[in-house]
C-alpha cells in the first residue's frame, strides 16, 4: 500500500486523477490548484461543467486557506470533522473556478477513512472529487462498484466497503443563514442541535438532480414492499424488493444492493420507504431520485 500511495500522490501532481475511498463513497480526486486535472474529472464522469466539486482536505489542513472561516463553521468542524459533513462557505481568493464553477462558494470536507487521510496528508493539497460514478449513476461503495467505468489511466486505491455508504451531508454556511443543500451520511438533527434549524435553500445543490443515483430497472418506492411485489406478480411480473433494516446499516449497504437487485434482470425493483428521520432522510432522498432516473429512459 505504501508504493501504491506514493505513485498516486505523484500520479495527482502530474495532473492525473486518483479513485480514493471515503468512509461516504469512493471519491475520483484530481489537485484541486490544478484547473487541468479538475477539467480532467468533468471529462471521465461526462458531467456539466456547471456542477462545483467538493474540496477534500487532510485534518492538519487548513481550512481558512480555501474559504472564510466562521463561528458555525468552528462549531460543525468540531463536531463532525473528520466525517460525512461538507461545508459550503465563501471561497477564498484563488480557489479555481473549475472547482466551484464559477461560484462564490467552495464546498470542504475532511474525510475520516485513514486512507484518504493518507493520502491528503502525503499529497499535501487539496482534492477535488465527485463520487466515482459516471454521471447520474449510483455511487461506488467498494472499489469493484468503479472497475470498468473508467479508462485505465486512472488509479484506483482499494480501501475496502465504505462504512457509511451515502454521500455527506452538505450544509451551506454562506448566507445569512444556514441552510441544508443535500442530506447525507450526518442526520440533519444533530446539525441543527449545535446551529439552529437549517433552512430549506430554494438554490439546491447544482448537481442535486431530481433524476440521479439511477438503476437501470424500474425502482419503485414504498411503504408497502410486500402488498406492492404481491400486486404486481400478480400482473405476471418478475419482482425483486429492497427492505430496510436498522438505518446506519442500511445506508451501509444501500447502493451495494441497489446495484445487486439491478444486476438480477428483473422488471420491476420495489424499495421499502425508510422512517423519516435521521439518517432515514438521507435514504429516502437517494431512492426517490433513483426510482425517478430509473428504468430504460435512465440510460
Ligand atoms: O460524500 C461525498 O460528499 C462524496 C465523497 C467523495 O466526498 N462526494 C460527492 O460529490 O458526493 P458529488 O460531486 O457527487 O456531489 C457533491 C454535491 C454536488 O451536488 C455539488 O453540486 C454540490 O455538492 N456542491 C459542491 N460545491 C458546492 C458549492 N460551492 N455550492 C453548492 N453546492 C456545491
Ligand atoms: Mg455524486
Known sequence: M????????AHLKAGGLVVFPTETVYGLGADADNP??????????GRP???????????????????????????????FWPGPLTMVLNRAPGVCDEVTAGLNTVGLRVPAHP????????????????????????????????HGTFDESVQVLDGGPCSVGIESTIVDLSGPRPAILRPGGI??????????????????????????????????????????????RSLGRQVEVLRMGE?????????????????????????ERAPKRGLGLAIN???????RGSGAKAD
Do not use: C
Open 2 to 9: 505504501e508504493s501504491e500511495l506514493s505513485a498516486a500522490v
Open 36 to 45: 487541468l486535472a479538475v477539467r480532467r474529472i468533468f471529462a471521465a464522469k
Open 49 to 79: 461543467l456547471s456542477h462545483p466539486l467538493i474540496v477534500h482536505l487532510a485534518p492538519s489542513a487548513e481550512p481558512r486557506e480555501w474559504a472564510k472561516w466562521s463561528t458555525e463553521a468552528q462549531v460543525l468542524a468540531d463536531a
Open 115 to 146: 486512507l484518504a487521510q493518507a493520502l491528503l496528508t502525503a499529497f499535501g493539497g487539496g482534492l477535488a472529487a465527485p463520487s466515482a460514478n459516471r454521471f447520474g449513476r449510483l455511487s461506488p461503495t467498494t472499489a469493484a462498484h468503479v
Open 187 to 232: 442526520p440533519i438533527e444533530d446539525i441543527e442541535a449545535l446551529v439552529g434549524s437549517l433552512a430549506h435553500s430554494n438554490t439546491p445543490a447544482p448537481g442535486a438532480l431530481a433524476k440521479h443515483y439511477a438503476p437501470r430497472t424500474t425502482l419503485l418506492l414504498t411503504e408497502q414492499p410486500a402488498k406492492e411485489a404481491a400486486r404486481l
Open 247 to 271: 438505518p446506519v446499516e442500511s445506508a451501509r449497504k444501500l447502493y451495494a444492493e441497489l446495484r445487486r437487485l439491478d444486476g438480477m434482470g428483473v422488471d420491476v425493483l420495489v424499495a
Open 285 to 291: 432522498d437517494r431512492l426517490e431520485r433513483a426510482a
